[in-house]
């Protein structure tokens, strides 16, 4: 399934100020992010087709769970990851070199991310995402279903489990494809594997977050925001470019990359937080509330809790205690009331403007510059 047209303009580079002409640059830079992830798309489409046969010839009901796994990779997506793999890959070779020869490896990155939205629904016990039942969800409802034996939320779990299991060794395969010089591929894949690890460290902070609120922080939960989403949404998919390029380690667009890429990254994750209370839920495909209703510790409540009132306080010490719709909403506007909204904002944009002082030091391809410069902004202030 190709990406809905909402997902594909969040990512559209540098949106015009209300009321002026577009710019063709710009234009030209919203066609070319289509077709990227329309390349992407169709790259994902014809290798998990020869997978789901692989595994159903194994035995039928095989074919079915992978065929769930497929459609979990392509139930849309903005592509968030790729993109930035793309532009950090053509920052240092311009027009130089063919695209199809690093889409294998762009497109592995959103394999890995299915990998972490299915696991990290398992743990968040989320009922949807992108506006349908999440894996483990539907899972356990086609258990009820067919009236097999067993727990259905256990079985839909362990599916889910399976499914993001599966997903992250079909990324390992698919980069393989890659047409690049071998020593190149292993310095992709050491910055893909600090990827992955550093993936593995947020998460896991994140869940320890959840259960240990009271001993939580803000600089605790930046540092979730760093390294579950700053180190794989942005700074190493755009090192991973850079590496699929060639560059080394310690060239100064390493260094400017990785300034770059954390700032946007953090930015990205704070946009979430602020997301994930304030929303459109027919947006964001899933309730709007959320994070409040869990209890999440979110930079955004960290700050709510630092700033509130003695009573404000004691009303925010009752988040998470199955909250209903109705107290989620005067909770949601306790935080704004805090000032801890406005805050978050300060902080995005002060994160962009990093972003873009490191971009600056940079020297990249002139498109490339230009794309990364209007992804800054897109990736930030984007409401889905």
């Not at 009303?315 to 949601?332: F, I, S």
């Amino acid at each position: 399934m190709a990406n809905d047209a909402a997902g594909v303009d969040a990512l559209r580079v540098a949106p015009a100020q209300p009321g002026a002409p577009d710019h063709p640059v710009r234009g030209a830079l919203a066609a070319f992010t289509t077709d990227l992830v329309r390349g992407i798309d169709e790259t994902l489409a014809g290798f998990l087709a020869a997978e789901v046969i692989a595994l159903a010839e194994i035995d039928a009901a095989m074919g079915g769970f992978a065929a769930t796994a497929r459609d979990c990779v392509l139930a849309g997506g903005k592509r968030v990851r790729p993109t930035f793999a793309y532009w950090g890959w053509r920052g240092v070779v311009g027009d130089d070199e063919s695209l199809p020869s690093v889409l294998p490896a762009l497109a592995a990155l959103e394999l890995l991310h299915t990998f972490a939205l299915v696991h990290d629904d398992v743990m968040d016990g989320s009922d949807t995402r992108r506006g349908l039942p999440t894996a483990h969800r539907a899972a356990a409802d086609r258990h009820r279903a067919a009236g097999h034996a067993g727990d259905p939320e256990r079985f839909g779990e362990s599916v889910a489990v399976l499914i993001g299991d599966l997903c992250m060794v079909w990324a390992d395969r698919l980069m393989a494809h890659a047409t690049v010089p071998p020593a190149r591929l292993l310095d992709v894949r050491r910055c893909y594997d600090q990827m992955r690890i550093e993936t593995v460290a947020g998460q896991y902070l994140d869940v320890l977050g959840a259960n240990d609120v009271a001993g939580w922080s803000v600089d605790r939960a930046l540092r979730v925001a760093r390294y579950k989403t700053a180190s794989y949404t942005v700074q190493r998919p755009l090192l991973f470019g850079a590496h699929l390029a060639g560059v080394e380690a310690d060239a100064p667009v390493t260094a400017a990359y990785t300034r770059y890429g954390l700032a946007v990254g953090e930015a990205f994750q704070l946009r979430d937080d602020l997301l994930g209370v304030y929303g459109d839920p027919a947006a964001i495909g899933k309730p709007a509330g959320d994070d409040l209703r869990i209890g999440k510790p979110t930079t955004l409540l960290m700050l709510a809790r630092q700033l509130a009132t003695p009573t404000q306080r004691r009303a925010l010490d009752r988040v998470g205690t199955d909250t209903g719709a109705r107290e989620v909403a005067r909770l949601a506007e306790l935080v704004a009331d805090t000032g801890a909204v406005a805050r978050v904002e300060r902080m995005i944009s002060e994160r962009v403007a990093d972003a873009l002082a490191a971009l600056a030091t940079a020297s990249i391809d002139g498109t490339a510059r230009t794309a990364l410069t209007g992804l800054a902004t897109a990736a930030t202030t984007r409401r889905t």
